[in-house]
T-cell receptor, first 113, second 115 residues
């Protein structure tokens, strides 16, 4: 059973600070990883995806991947109150899963003004 | 194209009634997914289509649930004899092709309440 684990939170971060969200996965063969943001009552919105070990930056967001340790993280710099949401980590299950995404339950992030 | 659309956005129904939801994917996307999500959980996979072919259904999906994508474009999800446990957000997503490099984009969802 392939699994994706996230701390449910809530994670509380002061405005302007760096928010760090973590995700671990069980399938060592996983090769692509996705972060989605979900506001309360809304659908998930894709923020970033990463395939290679290391960091990938997009504006205030940085995704970090460490395949050896089987974790992926999302850093949000200069956190804003509008970043308050649930962040979902998803892992592509690969060919034997027909490339379906395996989802974590999400981490609730609260940015305090 | 403005993205994935779903209709209706909200549905309230009485237990035992049938409901049908529609999803229109991004036009060039040939993969379409249905998920269900309840509070505090990640999306739960229900089924997916590649073009008009339904390739997989979740083992959790009872025979009260059926989905179609007749011409490889829009899809419908029908729930027969609804139960209170069916109350959830029903999400549709689409992607271009399949593989590690193809991300899924979600529609706004249909919120179902069974009374």
């Amino acid at each position: 059973q392939k699994e994706v684990e996230q701390n449910s939170g809530p994670l509380s971060v002061p405005e302007g600070a760096i928010a760090s969200l973590n995700c671990t996965y069980s399938d060592r063969g996983s090769q692509s990883f996705f972060w989605y943001r979900q506001y309360s009552g809304k659908s998930p919105e894709l923020i970033m995806f990463i395939y290679s070990n290391g960091d990938k930056e997009d504006g205030r967001f940085t995704a970090q991947l460490n395949k050896a340790s089987q974790y992926v993280s999302l850093l949000i710099r200069d956190s804003q109150p509008s970043d308050s949401a649930t962040y979902l980590c998803a892992v592509n299950g690969g060919k034997d899963s027909n490339y379906q995404l395996i989802w974590g339950a999400g981490t609730k992030l609260i940015i305090k003004p | 194209d403005t993205g994935v659309s779903q209709d209706p956005r909200h549905k309230i129904t009485k237990r035992g009634q049938n409901v049908t939801f529609r999803c229109d994917p991004i036009s060039e996307h040939n993969r379409l997914y249905w998920y269900r999500q309840t509070l505090g959980q990640g999306p739960e996979f229900l089924t997916y289509f590649q073009n008009e072919a339904q390739l997989e259904k979740s083992r959790l999906l009872s025979d009260r649930f059926s989905a179609e994508r007749p011409k490889g474009s829009f899809s419908t999800l029908e729930i027969q004899r609804t139960e209170q446990g069916d109350s959830a957000m029903y999400l549709c997503a689409s992607s271009l092709e399949a593989g590690l490099a193809y991300e899924q984009y979600f529609g706004p969802g249909t919120r179902l309440t069974v009374t």
